[in-house]
């Protein structure tokens, strides 16, 4: 489906993400900042909304609801009225939906969560629960310790090697480097049965 000027809106998107994911944040003494250096006025937070109008004005800035707009606690942070997204790696989200950028699973116009960085697809999956019961756990280490203690016992009452033949030497064994007499004949030494 084509829409007339999505070229160019597409080319505004991937300008302005490629500025948000080319800024690093700054983690310095618990304060968290964006640098802002080649960011607009209007794509950085603004301050943490107090009022029911500056929430307002806030949730339209970031193309929300206002019953679905919530920013994050003004704990010193730094956040300010960014949005508090809900965490979502881009493999959990539908690859079914007709998305705007398919590749990255998003719509023009939705808003980037803040640690957006690590949710990408080339990043671990990790806003799924892993994480199974101890008692699976407990079954699993056991399990695994049993098998090796079974392989470590049945490896010490049948010892597996390569079999290996008497070391053969030339002349009889050394038989006169060995300490053998000179003047009497050796018995012949056979290696090998046909």
């Known amino acids: 489906m084509c829409i007339p000027g999505s070229t160019k809106m597409a080319s505004q998107v991937w300008r302005v993400a490629g500025r948000l994911r080319s800024q690093p944040l700054l983690r310095r003494q618990g304060v968290v900042a964006l640098q802002s250096r080649n960011l607009g006025k209007d794509d950085l937070p603004g301050p943490y909304p ?19 707009y919530e920013p994050y606690p003004d704990d010193g942070l730094g956040w300010g009225d960014y949005p508090k997204l809900p965490v979502q790696h881009v493999d959990s989200r539908s690859h ?39 008692k699976t756990q407990v079954k699993t280490l056991l399990g695994v310790l049993t098998v090796f203690g079974v392989l470590f016992v049945f490896g010490f009452k049948y010892p597996m090697f390569q079999p290996v033949g ?7 064994n050394l038989y006169l480097e060995n300490g053998g007499d000179p003047d009497k004949e050796p018995d012949a030494v056979k290696n090998y049965e046909i």
């Open 50 to 68: 107090r009022t029911a109008e500056e929430r307002a004005r806030a949730a339209k800035k970031y193309n929300m609801r206002v019953e679905d």
């Open 96 to 134: 079914w939906d007709d998305w705007d950028f398919p590749d990255i699973r998003r719509n023009y116009g939705d808003v980037y969560h803040i640690e957006e960085d690590i949710m990408w697809r080339n990043r671990p999956q990790w806003d799924k629960e892993f994480n199974p019961s101890l």
């Open 166 to 172: 008497p070391k053969q030497y030339p002349y009889n």
